[in-house]
């Protein structure tokens, strides 16, 4: 029972460079989104997607996009790389439809932008 | 503006004895309020889900209670547990903007021996 799995783990980043944060998740979830977590702050949404092909921006979208091509995978991708973020990302994912559906969280990707 | 702030910000307690965290929130209006365990290195986990009508809600060893009223939530843990070591984690959702989720800065928690 996978649940979300995100790839890689850790990665390293020189300013300027690009990269994609690979998010997969095996429950049949039309809600998949993308967090960042940063000390001292709380989790901060980045772009979300309520299905295939449908995705939007949260709060802070800039220097991110997504892709929603199948309901299982929802990469995240730095277009150029800035050592603002330098950050923790979580994927997760959950039910659409239901306000209570709680959310499932990947273990997330610890990049470090030099 | 939509706020969740918890208290305190970190915590250290020795096994076996129980403590509390506390959530305040600002968020209207309001949809539900959750309560996340983050194990170091590890993603949120889900403990309890609460709605506007429900006041109390466990999951094991973990109480949550909600005051809607007074826009109080509190996470208690009884006989805590070396294992119980994590960030507690209080998120409300805005019953508008589709649900948008208010996280709060978390609680960390340390279990001594």
């Known amino acids: 029972n996978a649940g979300v799995t995100q790839t890689p783990k850790f990665q390293v980043l020189k300013t300027g460079q690009s990269m994609t944060l690979q998010c997969a998740q095996d429950?049949?979830?039309?809600?998949m989104s993308w967090y960042r977590q940063d000390p001292g702050m709380g989790l901060r949404l980045i772009h979300y997607?309520?299905?295939?092909?449908?995705?939007d921006q949260g709060e802070v979208p800039n220097g991110y996009n997504v892709s929603r091509s199948t309901t299982e995978d929802f990469p995240l991708r730095l277009l150029s790389a800035a050592p603002s973020q330098t950050s923790v990302y979580f994927c997760?994912?959950?039910?659409?439809?239901?306000?209570?559906?709680?959310?499932?969280f990947g273990n997330g990707t610890r990049l470090t932008v030099t | 503006k939509n706020q969740v702030e918890q208290s305190p910000q970190s915590l250290i307690i020795l096994e076996g004895k129980n403590c509390t965290l506390q959530?305040?929130?600002?968020?209207?209006?309001?949809?539900?309020l959750r309560w996340y365990k983050q194990d170091t290195g590890r993603g949120p986990v889900s403990l309890t889900i609460?709605?506007?009508?429900?006041n109390t809600k466990s999951n094991g060893r973990y109480t949550a209670t909600l005051d809607a009223d007074t826009k109080q939530s509190s996470l208690h843990i009884t006989a805590s547990q070396l294992s119980d070591s994590a960030s507690y984690i209080c998120?409300?959702?805005?019953?508008?903007?589709?649900?948008?989720?208010?996280f709060g800065q978390g609680t960390e928690l340390s279990v001594k021996p």
């Open positions: 959530c305040n929130y600002t968020v209207s209006p309001f949809s539900n």
């Open positions: 998120v409300v959702s805005a019953g508008n903007q589709g649900g948008k989720l208010i």
């Open positions: 609460m709605t506007f009508s429900e």
């Open positions: 997760a994912s959950s039910f659409s439809g239901r306000r209570d559906s709680p959310l499932h």
């Open positions: 997607s309520v299905g295939a092909g449908i995705t």
């Open positions: 429950m049949n979830h039309e809600y």
